[in-house]
């Protein structure tokens, strides 16, 4: 079956770090891989996506490779502000149907 | 584009009472619906996927009498949770797909408090 291993959080950073989720999946067939955004109390935002091995998916600053040799789609972004703080999901889909991971919560602190 | 509501954002009723969620699509056509349940500080559970026209296809262990959904128009898909208890409470979620739905589109949700 399809499945998406996220790194545990909650991942905590200060204003202008570095971040890194994890994410790795196994699927059948050739999916699509997807990071969803979820802000406190709202619904998910598609925040960038990659339908191809060796795509790369970026918007607002984050980015991820789809990188088939490893299974992996690994969410980077260089310099995070406090506004990014919320829950991201990395998440697959193959004939449309999307398999979440468990998502990682992301605290960004002044 | 590609902006999916919901209504309510929020509901809160009395146990054994029925709550209609309604999800659209506000500028495209969906051919397809999903219809998703999160539990606090947990991912998404796929509950069912409808097509318009045709009857929703439900995922094993949801109750398809219980969670009742229609998808009438390419535009609109109504959850119906008949009959609500307690542990009905909690935060419901469509998105919206087109043909192909290579990418889903979500609505901001419903908070559903079953007193």
């Known amino acids: 079956g399809n499945s998406v291993t996220q790194m545990e959080g909650p991942v905590t950073l200060s204003e202008e770090a570095f971040l890194t989720i994890n994410c790795t999946y196994t699927?059948?067939?050739?999916?699509?891989l997807f990071w969803y955004v979820q802000y406190p109390g709202e619904g998910l935002q598609l925040l960038l996506k990659?339908?191809?091995?060796?795509d790369k998916g970026s918007n607002k600053g984050f980015e991820a490779t789809y990188r088939k040799e490893t299974t992996s789609f690994h969410l980077e972004k260089g310099s995070v502000q406090v506004s990014d703080s919320a829950v991201y999901f990395c998440?697959?889909?193959?004939?449309?149907?999307?398999?979440f991971g468990t998502g990682t919560q992301l605290k960004v602190e002044l | 584009g590609a902006v999916v509501s919901q209504h309510p954002s929020w509901v809160i009723c009395k146990s054994g009472t029925s709550v209609k969620i309604e999800c659209r699509s506000l500028?495209?056509?969906?051919?397809?619906m999903f219809w998703y349940r999160q539990f606090p500080k947990q991912s998404l559970m796929l509950m069912a996927t409808?097509?318009?026209?045709?009857?929703?296809?439900?995922e094993q262990g949801v109750e398809k009498d219980k969670f009742l959904i229609n998808h009438a128009s390419l535009t609109l898909s109504t959850l119906t949770v008949t009959s609500a208890h307690p542990e009905d409470s909690s935060f419901y979620i469509c998105?919206?797909?087109?043909?192909?739905?290579?990418?889903?589109?979500f609505g901001p949700g419903t908070r559903l408090t079953v007193l």
């Open positions: 699927a059948t067939g050739y999916p699509s």
């Open positions: 998440a697959l889909s193959v004939l449309s149907f999307l398999t």
């Open positions: 409808s097509n318009e026209g045709s009857k929703a296809t439900y």
């Open positions: 990659a339908t191809k091995a060796d």
């Open positions: 998105s919206a797909g087109t043909s192909p739905p290579d990418t889903q589109y």
């Open positions: 500028d495209f056509q969906a051919t397809t």
